[in-house]
């Protein structure tokens, strides 16, 4: 019954953390853009929280430097179950430009595992927007 | 005595990954380590192994909200290089979109700082001012961010009669909505009163640690590439050099401010005199061999590119300077003195653009070695009560 | 004055210390020293001349030497400071007691390229991450890195 609740309120109102590794910061403007007034996630019950603990979804910009790596791990440990990550930008997919660079490990599921994936450089607030709720559909 | 804060590269205030190991002692800050390299990227590196024209969309990725800086920086060295001259039109269109980018990173700055002074109704209006801007650059080249609208020789796309009255339209819209924002000081006596007296940075200091752009005109070094080193059509347009005296948070508002009008005048003055002709002339694929140094005014201050060919299609080397690292020694000396609960402002003030470098900021206590991890969004907290329970200052003038 | 005036100073004043010194193009003034002098000459063009401002310093890495240029500018004119430090032997003293805003640019100099920078007040990686192998010198002409292997999760890789 709890977890019946439980369940209800992630979908319905899910808290997201917003993690950049190593981005050049257009996705996550993109992201920020989408609580504004135009995009207004806010209305969906979505807020951005400030640290890991409180976030039900990661929501991961940018590739991965070899500096961050041990932070992504560890800040993803933090996040309790059940969590889910998303991968914004083509970045966090496989690199986009940055692929083979000697700092780089690619894209964030070399990291961690991650649940939906969401194209673009920088990928527009509208797909950030669908990429969430098309999450929140599967679960 | 004094204690070690770490504020993680993971962190909601500034939304790039970098570390701060400040020493504090009580609430006021005696000393700033800053570990950057969470967002290198390799670039001068990757850009030695990619040709002239592939690096255009490489450079570009530099930074998201300056990205159209790189890119002309770039271009605009290359094709000293390769000895092209652009046509009219073409430069007309590039340092039309430089504008318009300026006043989207201006008006994202303006918000940013609302925000951190914890006045977020301002944050929210500007963004949404800023989605006027986003709306033409996405007409006039297809993307809100990374416009990818330079080549090398030209620009890629044209502007029609109908897109140069939207434009205009745009302008109108914004320029009367940001005269609604000069105003705000005079009714927000407390806004104004957060920012001033936050990260003096006097004008000896500015010169001394090689400061840039809104950082150092705020405290009255008045120094502009565009107006110095004037590039393409920079000399056949009017405006002026904005600058301020406080040296404080303040003063930079009011920079900005300034710099938003004046971008308004330079976008109207460039729709007005834009030539007919072509926009590109064909470039070679490979330069001559040689070197050059392109400077350019990116909205955070001076962008520096040196490039050396060597005759094939490959640059043999490609450094970038981007602003926000030169302002980084200067954001030590504001830091110092100050209180820990003014971190989340100060390091907004220098619109800090760390992907050009990662923030976190630890707080390390002078005496005992200590360290605790505090986030931004603690600081801000912090801050912003401090704030109110403190008096207000009532000698903080908005100058409009 | 104009560049070309500034030329003929700048020839006047430092007299041999003038290893080569050309004008490309307009307001891009390109200044040859020996790296033994660069401390004096810096110390000469800030204060006769009002070179102030460094813009940045890059470093190229021409086979046998390293070429480490040093970017001046005033209102009037840019002023490009070179000098060739030989590979086997790469030091060079600092600029930071002329121009203290040159500390991370030197800092990156030495991560990206190993130069040793003699004087230098914080010797520590600006750049690089902490678990960097060291004496890995990225921005050499010879340093080759083999690309990490990445795992398609869920597929072939």
């Not at chain 2, 007919?276 to 400077?295: C, F, L, M, N």
């Not at chain 3, 006769?48 to 310093?57: D, E, P």
């Not at chain 3, 914080?122 to 890195?145: E, I, M, Q, S, T």
Request: hydrophobic share 40%; aromatic share 8%; net charge neutral.
């Amino acid at each position: 019954m709890l977890n019946k609740l439980a369940r209800w309120s992630r979908i319905k109102s899910p808290w997201i953390l917003h993690l950049n590794s190593g981005a050049c910061n257009a996705c996550d403007i993109e992201i920020i853009a989408a609580l504004t007034p135009r995009f207004d996630v806010e209305r969906f019950g979505i807020l951005l929280k400030a640290t890991p603990r409180h976030a039900d979804v990661i929501v991961a910009s940018g590739p991965v430097t070899r500096q961050m790596r041990d932070r992504i791990i560890r800040i993803y440990e933090q996040v309790p179950d059940p969590k889910f990550v998303i991968a914004v930008g083509a970045c966090a997919m496989s690199g986009c430009v940055y692929r083979g660079a000697y700092n780089m490990l690619g894209g964030i599921d070399q990291v961690i595992p991650v649940n939906m994936y969401v194209p673009g450089c920088p990928a527009r607030p509208d797909a950030i927007i669908d990429g969430v709720v098309k999450l929140l559909g599967k679960l | 005595m004094s204690f070690q804060i770490p504020i993680g590269p993971q962190h909601p205030a500034l939304k790039e990954p970098i570390s701060l190991r400040m020493t504090v002692e009580g609430e006021v800050i005696t000393d700033v380590d800053i570990r950057l390299g969470y967002n290198h990227r390799g670039v001068e590196k990757l850009a030695e192994e990619k040709t002239w024209i592939q690096n255009i969309y490489l450079v570009e990725r530099i930074c998201g909200i300056c990205s159209h800086s790189h890119s002309t920086c770039y271009v605009q060295g290359v094709e000293n290089l390769m000895e092209l001259t652009p046509p009219k039109r073409g430069m007309y269109i590039r340092y039309l979109v430089s504008e318009l980018e300026r006043i989207h990173s201006h008006l994202l700055w303006l918000g940013v700082a609302g925000h951190e002074a914890g006045f977020d109704s301002f944050f929210m209006y500007t963004w949404r001012d800023r989605e006027v801007v986003m709306d033409l650059l996405e007409m006039i080249s297809g993307n809100r961010v990374h416009y990818a609208i330079n080549t090398i020789g030209g620009v890629r796309r044209d502007l029609d009669a109908g897109q140069i009255a939207k434009i205009r339209e745009g302008l109108v819209v914004l320029r009367k909505r940001s005269e609604y924002y000069f105003h705000i000081g005079a009714n927000e006596p407390s806004f104004v009163g957060r920012i001033a007296g936050v990260g003096i940075l006097p004008k000896e200091k500015v010169i001394a640690l090689c400061a840039v752009g809104p950082t150092a005109r705020a405290s009255g070094w008045a120094r502009d590439i565009r107006k110095e080193d004037p590039y393409a059509v920079y000399d056949e347009v009017d405006f002026e050099v904005a600058t301020a005296d406080s040296c404080d948070v303040l003063g930079r508002v009011v920079v900005r401010v300034k710099e938003l009008l004046e971008s308004y005048k330079i976008c109207e003055q460039l729709l007005d005199k834009l030539p007919p002709g072509d926009i590109a002339v064909k470039a070679p694929r490979k330069a001559k061999p040689g070197e050059v140094v392109s400077r350019y005014e990116a909205p955070r201050g001076e962008n520096i590119h040196y490039i050396k060919s060597n005759g094939t299609d490959k640059p043999e080397r490609l450094k970038v300077r981007a602003p926000t690292l030169a302002n980084y020694p200067a954001t030590v000396e504001m830091l110092r003195k100050g209180f820990i609960a003014d971190i989340p402002l100060i390091f907004a003030a220098i619109d800090p653009c760390i992907c050009c470098a990662e923030r976190s900021v630890t707080l390390v206590s002078a005496a005992s070695g200590d360290e605790s991890v505090v986030r931004m969004s603690e600081l801000r907290r912090r801050a912003i009560a401090r704030h109110h329970n403190a008096p207000p200052k009532r000698n903080a003038v908005w100058p409009f | 004055m104009t560049d070309a005036e500034l030329i003929e100073k700048l020839k006047a004043d430092l007299g041999d210390k003038v290893v080569e010194i050309a004008l490309p193009a307009r307001r891009r003034l390109f200044l040859k020293v020996a790296p033994r002098d660069l401390v004096a000459v810096t110390t000469r063009l800030r204060d006769a001349y009002g070179f102030v401002f460094l813009s940045t310093i890059s470093g190229v890495d021409n086979g046998e030497m390293f070429e480490i240029i040093y970017h001046f500018s005033t209102p009037e004119t840019d002023l490009n400071l070179r000098a060739e430090i030989p590979k086997a032997d790469p030091h060079v003293d600092s600029i930071t007691p002329v121009i203290p805003g040159a500390i991370l640019y030197e800092r990156e100099l030495q991560d990206m390229f190993g130069l040793v920078i003699d004087g230098i007040p914080d010797a520590r990686p600006l750049v690089l991450p902490d678990d960097w192998p060291a004496g890995n010198y990225p921005l050499r002409k010879d340093w080759k890195h083999a690309r990490p292997l990445e795992v398609i999760p869920g597929g072939k890789s």
